[in-house]
C-alpha cells in the first residue's frame, strides 16, 4: 500500500517482545539469505561463491534511566518488531544479541544488533 504522505525516512518505532525501546537512530536491517562473491581466474570470471548470512537487525537506543546494558546482552529468542515511515514492518523472530553493549554517557546511546537464522527477518 502506498504511503500517502510520500514520507520515506525519518521516524521508526521499534520493540522488542512488546517492550518498546527510544530509538535513537542507525537503524537498519538486512534480511538477506546469502552472500555471493565472484571467483575469478587468470583468464575469466569462473564463477560464484555462495555462503549463507546470518540476518540481523541493528539500531542505537537512548539509554533511558529504565534500560539495563545486561538486560540488552541477555537477549536470546526475542521477537523485535520496527515500524518505518515509509509503511513497512519488520520483524526479527528467535533473535540473539550479538557483539557487546556498550553505553556512551555523551549521548545516552546503546548500539545493539541482533542476529537470527536464515529467514529470521522479514518485512511486510
Request: some cysteine; proline content about 3%.
Amino acid at each position: 500500500m502506498a504511503n500517502p504522505t510520500n514520507r520515506l525516512a525519518g521516524t521508526a518505532y521499534l520493540s522488542v517482545d512488546g517492550v518498546t525501546y527510544m530509538l535513537a537512530g542507525d537503524f537498519e536491517y538486512k534480511p538477506s539469505l546469502v552472500t555471493r562473491e565472484s571467483l575469478t581466474g587468470m583468464d575469466t570470471v569462473h564463477g560464484f561463491s555462495e555462503k549463507p548470512v546470518a540476518p540481523h537487525i541493528s539500531c542505537t537506543l537512548r539509554d533511558s534511566g529504565g534500560l539495563s546494558v545486561a538486560s540488552l546482552n541477555a537477549m536470546v529468542n526475542v521477537t523485535i518488531v520496527v515500524e518505518l515511515a515509509n509503511g513497512k514492518t519488520i520483524i526479527g523472530r528467535n533473535m540473539w544479541s550479538v557483539e557487546d553493549q556498550t553505553a556512551k554517557s555523551t549521548d545516552a546511546t546503546i548500539d545493539v544488533k541482533w542476529e537470527g537464522q536464515q529467514g529470521a527477518v522479514t518485512e511486510a
